[in-house]
């Protein structure tokens, strides 16, 4: 939690501890046999150190630097994740696991969510509402209730996120 309200003042602390919660959560993941959630969770680990380092011209660790994408930008990114859900939805289809399809969802949705956060696009908030809802809901299907409450939290974090980057895009 400590990552994403960091991240939300745009403080670039957030994403060493961002790196240390995916870490963790790639064992508990793998160990449910969420298999693309094993993945995305490691990849969150990596990416947390590709944030670090990408945040690291922000002003006195905060910044000011965060702007819009157009609404053609928004549906080139939704439709470029819609086909990526559906391969990787193919792909769990070779497995055993159950949920695939919304694992699919919730793990490229996440990467393009992540991804615009390191880029401080404020859609990235859109982005982690939906992914958060849609991971209440595969969580609370595998009976991780304590991840089901993470992502809730989260969820109400995102919100908070949102409002935070909207001021500092406000004061440009």
Same mark, same amino acid.
């Given at each position: ?24 959560? +790639? ?38 630097? +965060? ?20 391969? &990787? ?6 497995? +055993? ?12 949705? &996440? ?5 615009? +956060? ?55």
């Amino acid at each position: 939690m400590l990552y994403l309200i960091l991240i939300s003042k745009l403080i670039r602390l957030g994403w060493l501890f961002g790196m240390f919660s995916a870490a963790a959560y +790639t064992y508990i993941c793998f160990q449910s046999s969420l298999y693309f959630q094993s993945i995305l969770q490691l990849i969150y680990v990596f990416t947390s150190f590709l944030g670090f380092w990408s945040w690291a011209e922000l002003k006195d660790n905060k910044g000011s630097e +965060t702007f819009h994408l157009s609404i053609q930008q928004n549906i080139w990114v939704i439709l470029a994740a819609l086909s990526c859900v559906f391969i &990787s939805f193919y792909l769990l289809s070779y497995t +055993t696991q159950e949920s695939a399809l919304l694992d699919s969802f919730v793990t490229v949705f &996440s990467l393009v969510a992540t991804a615009l +956060t390191i880029l401080r696009c404020i859609e990235n908030w859109y982005y982690w509402w939906g992914v958060n809802v849609l991971a209440i809901v595969l969580f609370y299907q595998q009976n991780l209730k304590t991840t089901v409450f993470l992502y809730g939290v989260y969820l109400v974090i995102s919100i908070y996120g949102y409002i935070q980057w909207q001021k500092t895009l406000q004061r440009k």
